[in-house]
């Protein structure tokens, strides 16, 4: 396991981001009635989409859930989740995927602790499923930038077939325990339905989590989707802005949150 802290974010390596990729990306947009209050989906005026709104009753799932931006079908940001860790991987879509996840931990770490109520203790990467040999792009990329302790998860090494995105508890095994009140951010690549994230939630719950975060570098829209494409054409895409929080869609969090008393379904 490691230990550490997010490393500040040269003030030039902000800048590139913004200037070379801000014009292909953009921030996910929280906006009530317009987009899920979950996973930040476009809805036609309801709290949820359809999916978290099913999932609403699960006790265990993730206290508050952020995307850095959306990856949507057909586009460069769809591209670049994908290329990222391709066979062969692209070098370009392994940087800026990078350069993304380091923004969201290092500018907007303090969020979660002013949302939550919770500063974060550990993190956890989610893992392919079911399980692949070898280390996961995504934890080869965010391994000396995550905050605090690592806890590691195991994926299982048989899933049903057609049952690998369901929010299931026994998809993932944290691989140890963690102190009860432990704040863990998991972190993951691309958003589709979130049963992975959301499993890996079940999972450091299970260990002792008492706060669960999940920061998505990407939230995946499929354009095919009538709600999708109604909402890119109403609501124009965003360039990329660093100073967005990935938790708010917006200006981060000001003052500190009562901590959450108990585990809230998402």
Same mark, same amino acid.
């Given at each position: 396991?490691? @230990?550490?802290?997010?490393? =500040?974010?040269?003030?030039?390596? #902000?800048?590139? $981001?913004?200037?070379?990729?801000?014009? !292909? *990306? &953009?921030?996910?947009?929280?906006?009530?009635?317009?987009?899920?209050?979950?996973?930040?989906?476009?809805?036609?005026?309801?709290?949820?989409?359809?999916?978290?709104?099913?999932?609403?009753?699960?006790?265990?799932?993730?206290?508050?859930?952020?995307?850095?931006?959306?990856?949507?079908?057909?586009?460069?940001?769809?591209?670049?989740?994908? @290329?990222?860790?391709?066979? =062969?991987?692209?070098?370009?879509? #392994?940087?800026? $995927?990078?350069?993304?996840?380091?923004? !969201? *931990? &290092?500018?907007?770490?303090?969020?979660?602790?002013?949302?939550?109520?919770?500063?974060?203790?550990?993190?956890?990467?989610?893992?392919?499923?079911?399980?692949?040999?070898?280390?996961?792009?995504?934890?080869?990329?965010?391994?000396?930038?995550?905050?605090?302790?690592?806890?590691?998860?195991?994926?299982?090494?048989?899933?049903?077939?057609?049952?690998?995105?369901?929010?299931?508890?026994?998809?993932?095994?944290?691989?140890?325990?963690?102190?009860?009140?432990?704040?863990? *951010?998991?972190?993951?690549?691309?958003?589709?339905?979130?049963?992975?994230?959301?499993?890996?939630?079940?999972?450091?719950?299970?260990?002792?989590?008492?706060?669960?975060?999940?920061?998505?570098?990407?939230?995946?829209?499929?354009?095919?989707?009538?709600?999708?494409?109604?909402?890119?054409?109403?609501?124009?895409?965003?360039?990329?802005?660093?100073?967005?929080?990935?938790?708010?869609?917006?200006?981060?969090?000001?003052?500190?949150?009562?901590?959450?008393?108990?585990?809230?379904?998402?």
């Amino acid at each position: 396991m490691t @230990s550490g802290s997010t490393p =500040p974010v040269p003030g030039h390596l #902000r800048t590139y $981001v913004a200037s070379a990729y801000g014009g !292909a *990306l &953009s921030n996910t947009l929280h906006k009530e009635g317009v987009t899920c209050q979950v996973c930040a989906a476009p809805v036609d005026g309801y709290p949820r989409c359809s999916v978290c709104q099913r999932r609403a009753s699960t006790l265990g799932l993730a206290d508050i859930v952020g995307s850095v931006i959306y990856a949507v079908s057909g586009q460069q940001s769809h591209y670049l989740m994908r @290329s990222y860790k391709g066979s =062969p991987a692209v070098q370009e879509s #392994r940087v800026v $995927v990078f350069l993304l996840a380091w923004l !969201a *931990l &290092s500018d907007h770490g303090g969020c979660l602790e002013r949302l939550t109520g919770h500063a974060v203790t550990h993190w956890s990467s989610v893992p392919s499923l079911p399980a692949k040999a070898g280390e996961h792009p995504l934890h080869a990329l965010v391994a000396s930038i995550a905050p605090g302790q690592e806890l590691p998860l195991d994926a299982a090494s048989y899933v049903a077939p057609g049952c690998a995105r369901a929010v299931n508890a026994a998809h993932y095994r944290a691989a140890a325990t963690v102190l009860a009140g432990s704040h863990v *951010l998991i972190i993951d690549d691309t958003w589709a339905g979130g049963g992975h994230a959301q499993s890996s939630a079940l999972a450091v719950r299970a260990a002792g989590a008492g706060a669960v975060s999940i920061l998505n570098v990407a939230r995946f829209l499929q354009t095919s989707w009538v709600p999708t494409a109604a909402f890119l054409r109403e609501h124009p895409r965003r360039d990329f802005d660093p100073a967005t929080c990935p938790w708010t869609g917006g200006a981060c969090p000001r003052s500190l949150s009562a901590p959450l008393a108990s585990p809230e379904a998402g």
